[in-house]
Nanobody, 125 residues
Framework: HVQLVESGGGSVQAGGSLRLSCAAS???????MGWFRQAPGNEREGVAV???????TYADSVKGRFTISKDNSKNTLYLQMNSLKPEDTAMYYC?????????????????????WGQGTQVTVS
């Protein structure tokens, strides 16, 4: 069971940028990996996912502002967040699943992921 550790969250002003990282304790090159977020009182929602072959899906609310990427040599997932808005404020979680099909992966349903990090807080004011 690969452990996931997020970092890079913080407090920024609207319009600013942050880069989140998710370090995995093992090889994740064949895994579907994604970023999800959850604001108080809201359900966990998908932000972006990246499949084994590099296909990506983004939530409409972040398209054009966020970019997901991964470095298989470092077993690390990234989320570059630009033009941040107050509504992006949430706890951001990294997730992985090595058993999803590409279609399932790109559907980025939180319920399809059983391996989660502890989260990193992003606050935009």
């Amino acid at each position: 069971h690969v452990q996931l550790v997020e970092s890079g969250g913080g407090s920024v002003q609207a319009g600013g940028s942050l880069r989140l990282s998710c370090a995995a304790s093992g090889y994740t090159g064949r895994s579907c990996m994604g970023w999800f977020r959850q604001a108080p009182g809201n359900e966990r929602e998908g932000v972006a996912v990246i499949g084994m072959y590099g296909s990506t899906t983004y939530a409409d609310s972040v398209k054009g502002r966020f970019t997901i990427s991964k470095d298989n040599s470092k077993n690390t997932l990234y989320l570059q967040m630009n033009s941040l808005k107050p509504e992006d404020t949430a706890m951001y979680y990294c997730a992985a699943n090595a058993w999803l099909t590409t279609s399932q992966c790109l559907g980025f349903k939180a319920t399809d992921f059983g391996n989660w990090g502890q989260g990193t807080q992003v606050t935009v004011s």
